[in-house]
């Protein structure tokens, strides 16, 4: 933000933006609806953005920036695996919980007539997966890291966490509960145990012990 206290063009057309995307969807979002809220003009967006697609794309590289940057400093970090686990969760979740909607709008828009963003998407996510292949796998024992299978376990794993946040409110009416900072320092515990005991156990089974 800014250095003074209002925020600049910019900055309302993406926080309105982020809004009305995350609740009513890129589609459903017109331009002249995300200027009006901002106080700007569809010339605005243009001349900071390029066009209504460039600021959704600008919108989720801040996502996605911010994803890459926690697996770097948390997977990338000292300690054995299981710590860099917990802790990559742990800022993973603060984050979520910090900007809910950009995370709706991240995970969830993926306008099929726009294609750009599809192969935006995949290039950031692959960003991603790279810090894990690179910086977690190669510390585990061969006869584990040989069954890992980034494109099973890392969207189970991502799921897991990010539906909580998609159904929050269904979820606090299911269970008539609040979700407060120990839920969410258990919860980030629940998932570092799912791949530690879940998926690096099950990769840890042989082959042949698997039954059809």
Do not use: C, W
């Amino acid at each position: 933000m800014s250095m003074n206290s209002e925020p600049s063009v910019k900055e309302r057309i993406a926080q309105v933006a982020t809004r009305l995307f995350a609740r009513k969807g890129y589609s459903a979002t017109g331009l002249r609806e995300i200027v009006k809220e901002a106080g700007a003009s569809v010339a605005m967006v243009n001349y900071h953005f390029g066009s209504k697609e460039a600021l959704l794309q600008s919108l989720m590289d801040i996502f996605f920036t911010k994803m890459h940057s926690i697996a770097v400093d948390t997977l990338g970090g000292d300690g054995p695996p299981e710590l860099r686990v917990r802790r990559h969760f742990r800022a993973a979740i603060a984050f979520f919980r910090q900007n809910p909607e950009l995370v709706r709008l991240a995970i969830t828009e993926l306008p099929h007539d726009l294609p750009g963003i599809v192969e935006f998407k995949a290039d950031r996510v692959m960003k991603i997966v790279s810090v894990f292949a690179n910086t977690f796998l190669p510390l585990l024992p061969e006869t584990i890291r040989a069954h890992i299978r980034p494109e099973i376990y890392g969207p189970a794993v991502m799921g897991a966490l990010s539906s909580h946040f998609l159904l929050r409110p269904v979820l606090e009416s299911v269970f008539s509960m609040s979700f407060d900072d120990a839920f969410y320092e258990n919860f980030a515990d629940e998932l570092a145990d799912l791949v530690m005991y879940g998926a690096l156990r099950a990769g840890a089974v042989e082959l042949s012990d698997r039954k059809d």
